[in-house]
Nanobody, 116 residues
Framework: QVELVESGGGSVQAGGSLRLSCTAS????????MGWFRQAPGKEREMVAY???????DYADSVKGRFSISRDDAKNTVGLQMNNLTPEDTAVYYC??????????WGQGTQVTVSS
């Protein structure tokens, strides 16, 4: 059973930075796709960023130039560096992995709150 555990959420003022990290356990196989999603109150869950085993990645338009995703396959971890945060980035952030897409397994979520 794959388990994803996120860490690094918290509260920050606008313009600040946070780094999220997620570790996958319960598998001896590195997920092909690792990504981050977020869900703000009253809104649908949306993709933030994902990265494939070959380094191919993509970002939501709203975070391009501010967020950076990375992975360490030796540790089965995926990170999300978030810079220049705005109140619109406030949400619960979820780590997700999979081999066909990035939505097969999900973490429990970590809260990110950005105050103005």
């Amino acid at each position: 059973q794959v388990e994803l555990v996120e860490s690094g959420g918290g509260s920050v003022q606008a313009g600040g930075s946070l780094r999220l990290s997620c570790t996958a356990s319960g598998t001896d196989k590195t997920p092909k796709c690792m990504g981050w999603f977020r869900q703000a109150p009253g809104k649908e869950r949306e993709m933030v960023a994902y990265i494939w085993y070959d380094g191919t990645n993509d970002y939501a338009d709203s975070v391009k130039g501010r967020f950076s995703i990375s992975r360490d396959d030796a540790k089965n971890t995926v990170g999300l560096q978030m810079n220049n945060l705005t109140p619109e980035d406030t949400a619960v952030y979820y780590c997700a992995t999979g081999d066909v897409n990035c939505r097969r397994h999900w973490g429990q979520g970590t809260q990110v709150t950005v105050s103005s």
